[in-house]
């Protein structure tokens, strides 16, 4: 899996995506899911419940419009620069609140654990959205090796801080590194990913390779890219968007059409591929799986 990171994959070696398309599809239908579990590795993932079956975007489209500002603002900045990123060797710094702190590399944190297949709406702040099929492993059950203790309430994740492969990170567009943070409750359910791939292929490096967090009930800037760091902490963490805007984008972030951004309307999101515009749902469409963990909270001032 996580082997050529840096090199660029030989064509013949990825698997287009229509026989991907095909494969997927054949493995959920009824003969398919039988088969699938006599089936070796990542194709023999079960389709999750959590998955949702609309339309999926196109891979040119999920690798080539991208935000990822430490690769250029532009949204095709991030696919022109990311030959530039080396995302081998990697590690993490776990921190904070937790019995088993430590630097881990990639590897050991995510060859124990079981590919999943996550295919989830993605809605940014700016009202475009996608469908991607990911690949990942729930962050609960990375998190829950380094076993948090009580006071741990918030994680803090951050992104690589290298300008020398990130030109982005040399002009003062955000505070860097880029920061984002979950409650723990939030952190721990079973919808919140830590993607390795996508369509079935490593995660490009403009998606955020070598592991990028999806948390697809939030607008996407909650979703960090290029993970280097996980801090287990008492209180909320400071996070980048928030910082740079503290009026416009609140920490938690949970999509919402009935809170408005203070330059434009949240009501509707343009479809990547789509003509019309469609409506936002709450929680981008997964309020049955998380409404309930903001009972009570006012999400006007929880924005
Ligand atoms: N480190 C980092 N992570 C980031 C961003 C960024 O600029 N830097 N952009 C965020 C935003 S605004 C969005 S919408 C998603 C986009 O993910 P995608 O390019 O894989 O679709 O990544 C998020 N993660
Ligand atoms: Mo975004």
Sequence with gaps: ???????????????????????????????GAALAATLPGSLATAASRYSTTEEQT???????????YELGTGKGDPALNAGRLHTSPWSIAVSGACEHPGNYDLDELIKPEAIEDRVYRLRCVEAWSMVIPWQGVPLGKILKRFAPTSKARYVAFRTLLRPAEMPGQRRDILPWPYREGLRMD???????????????KELPNQNGAPIRLV???????????????????????????????????????????????????????????????????PFNGYAEEVASLYAGMDLQKYY
């Design 1 to 31: 899996m996580l082997i050529k990171k840096n090199v660029s994959i030989k064509s013949s070696e990825i698997t287009p995506e229509s026989i991907y398309l095909d494969r997927r599809r054949f493995i959920q239908g009824g003969v």
């Design 58 to 68: 196109s891979l040119k489209d999920i690798t080539r419009y991208n935000n990822f």
């Design 186 to 200: 939030e952190a721990m359910h079973p919808l919140t990913l830590l993607a390795t791939g996508l369509y079935g």
């Design 215 to 281: 948390v697809p009930w939030k607008y996407g800037f909650k979703s960090i890219k290029s993970i280097v760091s996980i801090e287990f902490t008492e209180t909320e963490p400071a996070t980048t968007w928030n910082l740079k805007g503290p009026d416009e984008y609140g920490f938690y972030a949970n999509v919402n059409p009935a809170v408005d951004h203070p330059r434009w309307s949240q009501k509707k999101e343009r479809r990547i591929g789509d003509i019309f515009k469609r409506p936002t749902l």
